[in-house]
Every structure is written in structure tokens, then in C-alpha cells.
């Protein structure tokens, strides 16, 4: 048999989880058509594996590469890290649909990055990206767009003609292709919904057999409460669910343990909860998420009308230090005057990125309250913190249970162009190379800070929790192990200097021992560059409706 490339004398992790095996890899019209010893007479291009490890192309579950993807389709901090496979769409943002009143949202990517938003609808959306990208892309619907699209972002209950509206939305969005709905439970507008409007949109998405992934409702002391409110959404919609970036933040630190036995006696019930998350003890989100919900009702304007009454400042202060509702991770910091954890790390100037908002306030001569809402106010609410609020022993905790797999919480980015401005957070650049190195190797990186290796899985199990668990999870069939017949989406790696090289304050580092990086039988990394290549597909689900 004549293949179209043969990958030779590599250790092939196929992605189930079993003891690694020599073979080769033959590909042909981008599947896999032979595993095992293969003659070598019989390709057109060989790519030598001596000493490496042959693993499924790693399927990020959890990305925000929504609208960068469309600038830069070259995917490169990703697809240097091995990542065939975008799943995006998450914590209730998507890029699509594009209607009603969050063409704002749009407008506003545009701005930011210089692109046409020329899609309306979910089809339109993965059409764009079929013009060319480097990766396949897995879309879910965001619940906050949905709400956006007919609520704007309005603190009520929708009407039963708006959650009709809702509803046709996310059917229109799964009959185009998506693999289920998306929810931000902790920011505007998911925030302002009720577990009962949940449960109606994913009994539509349950319909087309899609799954619900959830930033939950808490993530620090109410995770508890969070954590049962998404397994009853599931259980009521007979839907699966996935939990996001799943360690607990501060304030809940310790009680992974609690979460993830809930998440296996709902397995019991038939209820299918899995989570995912990043190795990271920091973690980032929008600067204005640290306000208290009320203040962010209604958008930027509306924010910055706040901003400028210092009656209503004295009022932010005052709830964001009592948090009766607890919010995003950097806003435990903020209730704990922790202000020295938490750094800017993008912003419209250059000044602040790189720098803890107790030292801004230092400079500016200010308590770390008045310098925070100054930022707000001069950026228009733009710009992105890092906040370390993880737990190590609950990282690893997660980590090590087999319902976890990985996802970066990160974007596609380049160190060039549009997308190499400010300073986002290491994970888009090192995520899963960190795995292998930080918990199979057992290696730390003084350099990172905060950052202590244990060796808490196998190089098996790790392939395993960034391949087949997602590509079973989200039923992209084809895609996730090393199988003939299978996609030909494959990330050859040396087990021994795989590794991360970012860091929080020079995140834009590609990382160590990618050597070759195939999508779809094209080769789109070789030798550790990108070949330019741009063989990925928007995938669209193949669920029917029941």
C-alpha cells in the first residue's frame, strides 16, 4: 500500500489510556491507514520519530479562540503546543449568533482587532473559518450571546416570548453545526439567569444530543451549591454536563475532594459530569469582573456612568469587600485586600500591563480601590487581569481524577501582528506542554512562580485527558485516538524536553519538544516551526434531532 506519509519508529500513545507501543503510522488522504511496522518504500514523505512519542493531536476543551481565530487563522500559540482541536464557544460567549442587540459585541471585536464581521448566524460563523485555519474548530453556543441577542444585558427574568426567542436561537445554532450550549453563570448577562432558563435551553440543546459546559454559578464559597446547581440542570434537561475550569478558587480551596465525589455520585443517577481545567495556580478574566453584579448591569456605558459618582464608588467598595455573592477568583483577592496578586495584563496602555494593582495604587498614590476604578474609567472598562487564586493540592486533586480533562481557558495567539499585544496569560502558550512537564516529569519552573511539580500522572494518562476524554465527551467521532480509519490529527513530541516556556510576565513563548504537528494528514508544524499551512475544518456536530 502507498501512503501519502509515514510517521517511523515512534512510541504511539494512541490516546486509550493503555501502555505506549512501537509502530509506525501510515496516512493517506488525511486518515490514518496503517499501524504498526510498515514498509518504508512505501511513502511519499517519512517523518523520522526515533525517541519520541506519536500521540493523538491534543483537543483543547475549553478555548475562547472565537474571534482571533478569524484574525490570525494560523493558530500558533496552540498548534505549537500539539492542539489539533479548538473547543470554543465557552463560558456563555460564542461568536455566533451575531444578531439583535449583540452585534455590540461584534462591533466591539472589530475594533479591537481590526476584522469584518460579516456572519449573522452560527452557519455563517463556521463558514468563515472554513476560508482557511490551521486547526479544527468545535463550536458551543454561548448562553450570555443567546441572552445578549434578545435581552441586551439586562438584570430580569426573560419574558415567555424572549425565552422563546432564546430557545429558537440555540435550535437554529445546533441544527447549524454546534455541539451544545455554553454558560458564564459568574458574568453579565449569565449571571442574571435563573437555574429554570437554563434548564429550558438545554432541553433544546439535549434534544440534538449535545452537551451543556458551565463556568458554574461559584467557584469559591458557594462551589458546593454551584456544583449541584449544574448537575440538576443536567438531570432535569437529561442532558451531559461540563463543568469549567474545575479547581476550586479561594475561598473554596480544599473542597475538590466534595466536588468531585458529587460529580460521581451523579454519575450513579446517569448523569454525566465531567470537568476540565489548567495547570495554572493564576488565573485571568476581564478587568471590570471584579466589580459587584449590579455595577456591571448594563454594559461599559453604563459602567462608567457609575464611575463618575463618587457616591456610587463608595458603594462598589463597599460591596465588593462584604461579596455577598461571591464572584470570579481575583474578586476573593479583592474581599482579602490581596491586591499584590492580582496584575493587569492587558490594557489600551502599556503603563499598568505587567503590574499588581497594590503597586499602581502605590505609584498613583491612592488606596488599591480609587486605582482600580481610575483604570476602569480610562480604559472605557477594557483590559484583563491575572489573579493567583488556585490551590495546588486541589489542582492535583483534579487532575489525577479520571472524570478531568484539559483545557487551557486560553486563545489562540502570536507573538506578531494584532494578537501580540499586552501581556494574556501563559496558558495559550503553554498549557499542555506544562502537563508533561510540571505532573509526568515532575520538573518545576522557579521562574513561573508559585509552581510545584509532583509526578501525579502517567505519560498515558495525560495523552489520554487531552485526546479521547474530550473527543468522546463532545462525540467527535474519528478524532482522539490513534486508530486507522481514524482523522489523521497526530502531535510527535520528545517525552524527556517537552516543557512550557512562558511565564506571567513574558507569556508570548513557544514552547519546547513539539516536533511535528499534523491536522487532518497535512503537516502544519515541522521541526518545531509552523509550515503555514491552514488544513483544519470547522466541525460541525452530527447529532440529530431526536
Known sequence: MEYDLIIHGGLVADGSGRPAFRADVGISKGRITGLGKIGMAERKELLEASGRVVAPGFIDVHS?????????????????????????????????????????????????????????????????????????????????????????????????????????????????????????????????????????????????????ASHIRGERETMIEAIREAIEIGERAGIAVQVSHHPPKIGAWGKSAET?????????????????????????????ALLPPWAQAGGPERVLER??????????????????????????????GMWDMIVVSSYPEEWPI?????????????????????????????????????????????????????????????????????????????????????????????????????????LEEAVKKMTLLPAKKLKLDGRGVIRVDCWADIVVFDPKTIADTATYFDPYRYPLGVDYVLVNGVVVVKNG????????RALRSRSKLR
Open 354 to 458: 505587567g503590574r499588581s494593582l497594590a503597586d499602581i495604587a502605590n505609584e498613583m498614590k491612592v488606596d488599591p480601590f480609587e486605582a482600580y476604578f481610575d483604570l476602569l474609567a480610562e480604559s472605557g472598562t477594557e483590559g484583563n487581569v491575572i489573579g493567583f487564586y488556585y490551590n495546588e493540592e486541589d489542582i492535583r486533586n483534579v487532575l489525577s481524577h479520571p472524570r478531568s480533562m484539559i483545557g487551557s481557558d486560553g486563545y489562540a495567539l502570536a507573538p506578531y501582528g494584532a494578537l501580540g499585544g499586552g501581556r494574556n496569560h501563559p496558558r495559550s502558550y503553554g498549557t499542555f506542554p506544562m502537563v508533561f512537564r510540571k505532573y509526568v516529569r515532575g520538573v518545576s519552573r522557579p521562574e513561573l512562580g508559585y509552581d510545584e511539580a509532583a509526578m501525579v500522572l502517567s
Open 64 to 212: 475562547h479562540s472565537d474571534f482571533v481565530l478569524v484574525v490570525n487563522p494560523k493558530a500558533e500559540s496552540k498548534v505549537r503546543q500539539g492542539v489539533t482541536t479548538e473547543v470554543i464557544g465557552n463560558c456563555g460567549g460564542s461568536a455566533a449568533p451575531m444578531t439583535g442587540l449583540a452585534k455590540g459585541t461584534g462591533t466591539n471585536r472589530q475594533s479591537q482587532y481590526g476584522i469584518d464581521i460579516d456572519w449573522e448566524s452560527f452557519d455563517g460563523y463556521l463558514r468563515k473559518l472554513d476560508e482557511g485555519i490551521a486547526v479544527n474548530v468545535a463550536s458551543l453556543v454561548g448562553h450570555g450571546t443567546v441572552r445578549q441577542c434578545v435581552m441586551d444585558l439586562e438584570d430580569r427574568a426573560p419574558t415567555a416570548n424572549e425565552l422563546d426567542e432564546m430557545k429558537a436561537l440555540v435550535d437554529g445554532a445546533m441544527k447549524e453545526g454546534a455541539f451544545g450550549l455554553s454558560s458564564g453563570l459568574v458574568y453579565p448577562p449569565g449571571r442574571y439567569a435563573e437555574t429554570d432558563e437554563l434548564v429550558e435551553l438545554c432541553r433544546v440543546v439535549a434534544a440534538y444530543g449535545g452537551l451543556y
Open 529 to 536: 516551526e509552523h509550515t503555514g499551512a491552514l488544513p483544519g
Open 307 to 336: 464611575l463618575r459618582k463618587p457616591g456610587e464608588r463608595d458603594r462598589m467598595r463597599r460591596d465588593m469587600i462584604e461579596e455577598k455573592v461571591p464572584g470570579p477568583g481575583p474578586c476573593g483577592l479583592v474581599k482579602r
Open 260 to 288: 468531585l465525589a458529587m460529580m460521581d455520585e451523579a454519575g450513579t443517577r446517569g448523569v454525566d459530569v465531567t470537568c476540565d481545567m489548567h495547570p495554572y495556580v493564576g488565573g485571568s478574566t476581564g478587568l471590570s
